[in-house]
């Protein structure tokens, strides 16, 4: 069960936004991602919690932040309902959309799972409903994927597959690069990865 800590910065002015404390597994049923979210100066920021069945939809998601909730899940496209902070107002939301997306790393690992991409695979364009800071506020985006190279990196415990996707916004134009070992960010826009307690987990 990969245990470590992600680095959250703005990716385009680097501002420091805080530290993402995580640990992931697979399952029997897909794979599951749990984290707690805090402030530049430690304080409580959030919480991620993600689960994905074994062809990468999102079975269960929860997010927490700023004293609001989200709740979803793949149904008729993605389905969720988002809380106020005072608990007395729901809104439910429905998008003919693929997965979710947001600035927490889970969302790269399980977008990945749902694509399985390999190197000869062409651009695979997906629409997400993002959840942005700092009210999880919901928003429609379309992104191009495309696996540009799988390569093997010697470590101590043996080769580890580092998979780097080429990520393209539909809407700007605008690309980058995120490095994935197996559940586990090594590097993407935005986000760093701190420490790592044990070695990323390998899907089958």
């Not at 002015?13 to 897909?30: I, K, R, Y």
């Not at 902070?85 to 693929?98: C, D, F, I, Q, S």
Request: with cysteine; net charge negative; hydrophobic share 35%.
């Amino acid at each position: 069960m990969p245990r470590g800590r992600y680095s959250l910065h703005d990716p385009h002015d680097h501002t420091p936004l805080g530290e993402e404390h995580f640990h992931c597994a697979p399952g029997p049923s897909g794979w599951r991602y749990v984290s707690q979210i805090t402030t530049p100066s430690g304080d409580h920021k959030g919480s991620v919690d993600l689960a994905v069945d074994e062809l990468g939809r999102p079975i269960r998601l929860e997010l927490h932040a700023a004293s609001w909730q989200v709740r979803g899940a793949a149904l008729d496209g993605v389905t969720w309902v988002r809380t106020d902070p005072t608990g007395t107002h729901a809104t439910e939301g429905n998008v003919r959309a693929h997965a979710f997306t947001g600035t927490s790393p889970a969302f790269l690992v399980a977008l990945t799972r749902l694509l399985r991409l390999t190197p000869d695979s062409p651009e695979t364009r997906v629409r997400l409903v993002a959840f942005t800071d700092p009210v999880l506020a919901p928003l429609t985006v379309d992104q191009s994927w495309a696996l540009l190279r799988s390569e093997a990196h010697a470590t101590d415990n043996g080769p580890l597959m580092v998979d780097e996707y080429q990520v393209s916004a539909l809407d700007t134009g605008e690309r980058h690069t995120v490095h994935i070992a197996g559940d586990v960010v090594l590097a993407a826009p935005g986000i760093e990865l701190e420490a790592l307690e044990t070695p990323p987990s390998v899907f089958p």
